[in-house]
């Protein structure tokens, strides 16, 4: 029997989730939390399998609950859950040690494949996943400039390169104003761009806003 934990700080996900787990007869869910530190104390009480983990739990940013995770845990095979397209965090969390990625908009197809996959030792990779994997191959190859920011950075970028004010980006991050122009001015330093509209124009082109 494959034994899951979900974290997911939506009640109706975690329902979702298990109503899909619920028809596979080598699974069980085996707890459910709504924060991160609910979630590595069910991990340290439960002998689970798999750990499906919400990309955008309270208390965490981006990937920072994975990377608690994986430090507490490194064994414990994390497969990622988000709202957010592949195009935004699939690659880093793969990076980060995740053994795979589904969007919410396609749990309901893919969950359970995906299960299976991770737990019988391999990592789950979607068709579109592996078309970005490929891509990003190429891009480290020819020295791609966005991957040299950190994912802080990342955030930061895709906020501005939506379109958004830097007040505003301050306020989505929870972080005032002046270090939202230090992560700027480091995107600037890190990647060769001199402005906003650049920046933009690079964030457009690489898929990494919003």
């Known amino acids: 029997m494959i034994r899951i934990l979900i974290a997911d700080d939506h009640e109706l996900i975690r329902v979702g989730v298990k109503k899909i787990i619920r028809p596979a007869k080598d699974m069980k869910v085996v707890g459910e939390a709504g924060d991160i530190e609910q979630a590595l104390r069910l991990v340290e009480e439960q002998l689970a399998d798999l750990l499906v983990l919400d990309i955008s739990l309270p208390g965490c940013d981006g990937l920072d609950g994975l990377l608690r995770v994986r430090r507490a845990f490194p064994e414990l095979r994390v497969l990622m859950l988000s709202m957010y397209p592949e195009e935004r965090f699939a690659i880093a969390a793969l990076k980060a040690g995740a053994c795979g990625y589904i969007t919410k908009a ?70 005032t104003v002046s270090t939202v122009n230090t992560y700027r001015a480091r995107i600037f330093r890190k990647t060769g761009l001199h402005s906003n509209a650049e920046l933009i124009r690079y964030a457009l082109e690489q898929r990494l806003v919003e």
């Open 106 to 175: 396609m749990a309901a197809e893919e969950l359970v494949r995906a299960v299976h996959k991770i737990v019988a030792g391999g990592s789950f990779v979607s068709p579109r996943l592996a078309e970005l994997l490929a891509q990003d191959l190429r891009e480290t190859h020819n020295g791609a400039l966005h991957d040299r920011l950190t994912q802080r950075e990342l955030e930061v970028i895709s906020r501005i390169g939506s379109g958004k004010a830097v007040k505003q980006v301050a306020a989505e991050l929870s972080i």
